[in-house]
Antibody, heavy 120, light 108 residues
Framework: QVQLVESGGGVVQPGGSLRLSCVASGFTFSTYGMHWVRQAPGKGLEWVAVMSSDGNEKYYADSVKGQFTISRDNSKNTFYLQMDSLKTEDTAVYYC?????????????WGQGTLVTVSS | EIVLTQSPGTLSLSPGERVTLSCRASQSVSSNYLAWYQQKPGQAPRLLIYGASSRATGIPDRFSGSGSGTDFTLTISRLEPEDFTVYYCQQYGRPPFTFGPGTKVDIK
């Protein structure tokens, strides 16, 4: 079955950086687009970014454009979110999610999330 | 950016009742690329509906979606105890793939 396991979350000071990883299993990772979505404590879902299966298409939310970078390593079945210049408002649970085709689509399967806390 | 508005923010209902949740987009959602997700406390969201009206695998048939263009609805025909939680719509027709703010369905 599809499994998505996020890691790399933790506490970081404002202005710091963090890289999240999402390890996928149970499907052919290289043939599916992948997303990051975040949820601040007690708030709703915020879509963050998506990458196509081959990495050629990338889209970001306006709120993270130029600050976050997504990438993937299809040989390692892993999807990444590099977060730089972190602000307190980036504090959230970050979920990775699998699409249903090579191009960006809806989010069919979700990981359990990793918590990022930006605080001094 | 397409902004999604969900109404109402909160609904208080009883088990067995029928409920219709609304999701309105600020621009037409291309190809009706609109999805609905359910999220229970402490859990990741779960896909319910995609393409505005197609049920995801394993989703009970009491859940149905409809709509097109800018107006979409999620209907739960008879509320079960496990349905009292939060629901989000999302458009994936044009990036950024925005979510609505959510509707919470409470037990009356």
């Amino acid at each position: 079955q599809v499994q998505l396991v996020e890691s790399g979350g933790g506490v970081v000071q404002p202005g710091g950086s963090l890289r999240l990883s999402c390890v996928a299993s149970g499907f052919t990772f290289s043939t599916y687009g992948m997303h990051w979505v975040r949820q601040a404590p007690g708030k709703g879902l915020e879509w963050v970014a998506v990458m196509s299966s081959d990495g050629n298409e990338k889209y970001y939310a306006d709120s993270v454009k130029g600050q976050f970078t997504i990438s993937r390593d299809n040989s390692k079945n892993t999807f990444y979110l590099q977060m730089d210049s972190l602000k307190t408002e980036d504090t959230a649970v970050y979920y990775c999610a699998k699409g249903v085709s090579v191009t960006p689509t809806y989010l069919q399967h979700w990981g359990q999330g990793t918590l990022v806390t930006v605080s001094s | 950016e397409i902004v999604l508005t969900q109404s109402p923010g909160t609904l208080s209902l009883s088990p067995g009742e029928r409920v219709t949740l609304s999701c309105r987009a600020s621009q037409s959602v291309s190809s009706n690329y609109l999805a609905w997700y359910q999220q229970k406390p402490g859990q990741a969201p779960r896909l319910l509906i995609y393409g505005a009206s197609s049920r995801a695998t394993g989703i009970p048939d009491r859940f149905s979606g409809s709509g097109s263009g800018t107006d979409f609805t999620l209907t739960i025909s008879r509320l079960e105890p496990e349905d009292f939680t939060v629901y989000y719509c999302q458009q994936y027709g044009r990036p950024p793939f925005t979510f609505g703010p959510g509707t919470k369905v409470d037990i009356k």
